[in-house]
């Protein structure tokens, strides 16, 4: 058992948590539709990744620890709501630390299958976002990157750093820290600064064509 | 030609019509949508189950009498259309025979890939659930899982009976058998008494955190 | 570099131009949200057939240049937004060109798995019309599959004909070109007629069954 195994499995209960969490902002679904959304949210993302790169058998898939984990974070979802709620700020950090491990978790793993470094960095971006677009797109929401944009973009910011620093450098955790670092203090000064993309068109929209 | 075989096809076309008839629940569409409804109602629990296996070829994609099957549906679909909305006691008997039987098969065949037995009876679950949750997707709308819940909370109980029974007792069809009636009964009795599950939460929620 | 090969990155980058147009439609979406969308727009429908085939690698995971073309794409809608409004009609030729390129090498591929050919219609129409598809489900939209019905239906005709002209004749080359001219013919005609599939059903319907 790594480091990075353990991690990787307290990551994705956060996840399930995080899942559980918004899922009950909406509507008020039962114990099966939270827990459900709480699977989707954790697993989604390195399941798309691992899917595209037709690397199996896919994680949850191998290795019952992951749903172990999903669960117990549904658990703790339910035991400490009001807590949890309180605790926002703090979950929020918890959260995007989350994130920004799966970017650079999911980088590393693209970079091992021989793909171009560019590739690679979308699969590390797509393994921290794609949970919470599929939870999005299953509860009939506007995927949430598509709102608040740095979220997403910060992981390929730092996907693309992890992959640079890889290229100099040959301490793989301190790149891996490092990387992590820079996802995280975008995302924190992007929030605390209300910073966002610029638009893609800021002039008044004719009509665009049909597809 | 196994008696297997045989139910998997039928079982489709059943699905297909029942992906139909749904589909012309809320908008007019055409043939052309209604057929791609029906279609991805079908085949999508199996291939979300063999995509997250990675078993390849998909069934539908190997042998065309899935096809022949979703079309025949159809058909049946238009042509019937009166006669099976009024038959839909009966027909909904149908749906929950089949839903039960393509958790079990599909609960068995992920079983053959040597995994967990929990991430088995997921696949299983996912085999039933799935088509449907794609559909409503598609259509824009909130998927029926999240709303009655008994539907795949039923599969799971069904497929975690029946890997106790595959490991307890070597008769494989009884097996099916009684785990298919396990399936049926609790979600025929649960829709009869309106029974649900427990609510995630019932007290007045607070703003849950954001991500 | 063959011909197909150019034709196939260029392709995709104006289906990233026209996936970019159509984000801008609804929302305004920042730099992040369009690319994304570009994005699935152009790679979409080629990963839908290759995961349910099974091919792997995938085109653009195994060639940076389809990402190129696909940036490439997003600028140029940028930059010449307001002239690629107004020349509506001529990127739409464009666009249904690129449609029916997508259906038939996307079909002959998936005849290249040896599966049924009817199986490698579905797989050629859908390498056209699915990535439009992902990115109506990803902004909330009902599929324009599902309202602009001879779109889909075109691909299938031209994939069917394309299977047909491939086994009475060898001339590979002109096949693809009368095949792509057949969907193209469809779609033009459809629109500028106004043609659409009939409904599945015109009477008043009654309470179909739940599922």
Chains 1, 2, 3 share one sequence.
């Not at 949210?41 to 790169?53: A, E, H």
Request: hydrophobic content about 50%.
């Amino acid at each position: 058992m790594t480091v990075q195994y353990i991690l990787e499995i307290i990551g994705t209960g956060f996840f399930s948590i995080s899942g559980a969490l918004a899922a009950t902002d909406k509507s008020k679904p039962d114990w099966f539709g939270v827990t459900f959304i709480g699977f989707i949210t954790s697993i989604g993302g390195g399941s798309v990744r691992d899917i595209l790169l037709g690397s199996y058998p896919l994680g949850w898939v191998r290795d019952v620890n992951f749903i172990y984990s999903i669960i117990t974070g549904i658990v703790i979802a339910s035991l400490f709501f009001k807590v949890l709620i309180k605790l926002r700020r703090t979950f929020f950090l918890f959260d995007t630390l989350g994130i920004a491990m799966f970017t650079i978790l999911g980088t590393e793993k693209a970079l091992s299958f021989n793909i171009h470094p560019l590739v690679a960095a979308i699969m590390g971006m797509f393994s921290a976002v794609m949970g919470g677009v599929l939870r999005d797109v299953l509860t009939n929401e506007i995927p949430v990157i598509f709102k608040k944009e740095v979220y997403a973009t910060a992981c390929l910011v730092g996907a693309l750093f992890y992959i640079f620093l890889d290229s100099v450098s040959e301490n793989r955790n301190l790149n891996i820290i490092i990387s992590m670092f820079l996802i995280f203090i975008i995302r924190i000064i992007s929030i605390k600064y209300n910073l966002s993309l610029p638009k893609f068109r800021t002039e008044d929209q004719e009509e665009p064509v049909n597809k």
